[in-house]
């Protein structure tokens, strides 16, 4: 069994796109996953599966929330060792930073990373970002709600605007962690 992670883009957030997370594991564990549990509010789940690819799990979860609940939701998924990686390869001090201040982009396939280097343009001192092997990741020294790259990030740069479009996804680095504290418990 192999330990995945998903990761919801934009469900929950204001009125949009309204999700339970009993509906989400719900709909996990009748895909056929095992160990289903979900963290906070905002689409984050974790489930094993005997077989398949991270990209097929997030076609096939995306599928399954819009036939059952009609909505359009992007969905990244991640093993639990490409999320080690993600952690592992993160260019901060992170002892130093504010957790909530450190976004981290995620995309299914890593070469379409290349494309969040259209963000730099709109990082401002003292913000910083890095595109790395497997995520990207922008330091808000000033707080996201004040940075344009986050508000990019979190915005329309990580919305598919037509089928096979990248989809991109973040988490604050606090999250993170404790996705892959849950990952590692599921293991």
């Not at 969040?116 to 910083?128: G, T």
Request: aromatic share 4%; net charge positive.
């Amino acid at each position: 069994m192999t330990t995945f992670i998903a990761l919801l883009r934009g469900i929950n957030v204001g009125t949009a796109n309204r999700l339970p997370m009993a509906e989400l594991r719900a709909l996990l564990t009748g895909l056929g996953h095992s160990g289903v549990a979900t963290l906070l509010n905002s689409g984050n789940a974790v489930f094993s599966a005997a077989q398949g690819t991270p990209h097929q799990h997030a076609a096939a979860i995306s599928a399954a929330i819009a036939d059952r609940f009609g909505l359009q939701v992007p969905v990244v998924v991640k093993t639990a060792a490409e999320l080690t990686a993600i952690v592992n390869d993160n260019p901060f001090d992170v002892a130093s930073l504010d957790p909530s201040q450190l976004l981290v982009a995620f995309v299914q396939e890593a070469d379409a990373l290349a494309g969040l280097n259209a963000l730099s343009a709109q990082v401002a001192a003292p913000e910083q970002c890095v595109v790395g092997k497997h995520a990207a990741y922008l330091h808000c020294a000033n707080g996201i709600l004040a940075s344009p790259a986050a508000k990019a990030l979190l915005g329309k740069a990580g919305k598919p605007h037509k089928p096979g479009a990248v989809v991109v996804t973040s988490r604050n680095w606090a999250t993170v962690l404790k996705l892959q504290a849950l990952a590692h418990a599921s293991a």
